[in-house]
């Protein structure tokens, strides 16, 4: 059984993966764009973050620019698949490389610590709440707040014509949009929750490395395959909220691997967690209508 601290960090942790994983739906299910940029954005916005932090901005200023550089990073990417018409998946994977370097050269070293510096979270440890609540609270008003914020832009007039581009391009140029600016627009918008997620994530673990966004993609998409999975998207709203679900069920689902005895798992075993996890969130849903179909037949 999870202790309360492993159960909080584990809703923790899968609040800030759940607006990963809304950054993933955008590219990978509304515009059908692979993007591994986010492999290099989710630290980015913890380097921007962390960097103008430590230099005594204003928390919140600090992970609104973070934001804003994942916004930047993302229209990188998606500009060299555009106007350079290199294949989005190559060109994800030079933006991502370069963002190596360009973190390195924000921070001026691998990582930064954050432990003696006010963060947004400093001025919720004044409120009536467990050191460790904290964290869980703050989080689920930023991700219920972006999550009904992209969920109003995906009714609007701009969000139509992203999804229509990401539906079917040829008939949404045929209707006067102008799908390359959407697509733009989208991995921009996708990479900057990563960025924005990046940031939060540095500031509840105290510290920002530049290493902190690998395997990020497995994690977003294991929480968008995984709500899914639980949750049918029938709509946007119902697709969103799955991206939540999946990101705190996914957390949940390691820190209960990690913490029973009997199954003798470290914390080398992650990423094998995660790969195991994601095969069965792909293949349960086919199988279960599989088998529905057999006893419908029989």
């Given at each position: 059984?999870?202790?309360?601290?492993a159960?909080?960090?584990?809703?923790?942790t899968?609040?800030i993966?759940?607006?990963?994983?809304?950054?993933?739906y955008?590219?990978?299910?509304?515009?059908h764009?692979?993007?591994l940029?986010?492999?290099?954005?989710?630290?980015?916005?913890?380097?921007?973050?962390a960097?103008m932090?430590i230099?005594?901005?204003?928390p919140?200023?600090?992970t609104?620019?973070a934001?804003?550089a994942g916004?930047?990073?993302?229209a990188?990417?998606?500009?060299?698949?555009?106007?350079?018409?290199?294949?989005?998946?190559?060109?994800?994977?030079l933006?991502?490389?370069a963002?190596?370097s360009v973190?390195?050269r924000?921070?001026?070293?691998?990582?930064?610590?954050l432990?003696?510096e006010?963060?947004?979270?400093t001025?919720?440890?004044?409120?009536d709440?467990?050191?460790?609540?904290?964290?869980?609270a703050?989080?689920l008003?930023?991700?219920?707040?972006?999550?009904?914020?992209l969920?109003r832009?995906?009714q609007?007039?701009?969000?139509?014509?992203?999804?229509?581009?990401?539906?079917n391009p040829?008939?949404?140029?045929?209707?006067?949009?102008?799908t390359?600016?959407?697509?733009?627009?989208g991995?921009?918008?996708?990479?900057g929750l990563?960025a924005?997620a990046?940031a939060?994530?540095?500031q509840?673990?105290?510290?920002?490395?530049?290493?902190?966004?690998?395997?990020?993609?497995?994690?977003?998409?294991?929480?968008?395959?995984?709500?899914?999975?639980v949750?049918?998207?029938?709509?946007v709203?119902?697709a969103?909220l799955a991206?939540?679900?999946?990101a705190?069920?996914y957390?949940l689902?390691?820190?209960?691997?990690?913490?029973?005895?009997?199954?003798?798992?470290?914390?080398?075993?992650?990423?094998l967690?995660t790969?195991?996890?994601v095969?069965?969130a792909i293949?349960?849903?086919n199988?279960r209508?599989?088998v529905?179909?057999?006893f419908?037949?029989?």
């Amino acid at each position: 059984m999870l202790s309360e601290i492993a159960l909080y960090g584990a809703f923790e942790t899968g609040l800030i993966y759940g607006i990963v994983a809304f950054g993933v739906y955008l590219s990978f299910r509304v515009l059908h764009f692979p993007d591994l940029t986010v492999d290099g954005s989710f630290p980015l916005g913890a380097a921007v973050a962390a960097v103008m932090i430590i230099d005594g901005f204003n928390p919140w200023l600090a992970t609104g620019m973070a934001l804003v550089a994942g916004m930047g990073a993302g229209a990188v990417t998606a500009l060299l698949n555009v106007r350079l018409h290199i294949l989005n998946l190559l060109a994800s994977i030079l933006t991502m490389i370069a963002l190596y370097s360009v973190n390195l050269r924000i921070m001026g070293r691998p990582n930064i610590a954050l432990l003696s510096e006010e963060t947004v979270l400093t001025p919720w440890y004044e409120l009536d709440l467990a050191f460790h609540q904290v964290p869980v609270a703050l989080f689920l008003l930023v991700s219920l707040v972006g999550l009904v914020m992209l969920w109003r832009f995906m009714q609007s007039e701009t969000g139509l014509a992203m999804r229509a581009t990401g539906a079917n391009p040829r008939m949404a140029r045929s209707q006067g949009i102008a799908t390359g600016w959407m697509i733009v627009l989208g991995i921009a918008l996708s990479n900057g929750l990563v960025a924005l997620a990046g940031a939060l994530f540095a500031q509840s673990q105290g510290a920002a490395d530049v290493t902190m966004g690998v395997g990020v993609i497995v994690i977003g998409l294991a929480s968008l395959i995984g709500g899914e999975a639980v949750l049918t998207p029938r709509n946007v709203f119902r697709a969103l909220l799955a991206c939540l679900v999946g990101a705190i069920l996914y957390r949940l689902a390691i820190a209960l691997a990690l913490n029973a005895d009997f199954v003798g798992l470290k914390t080398q075993d992650l990423n094998l967690i995660t790969a195991v996890l994601v095969t069965l969130a792909i293949v349960l849903p086919n199988a279960r209508h599989s088998v529905k179909s057999f006893f419908s037949r029989s």
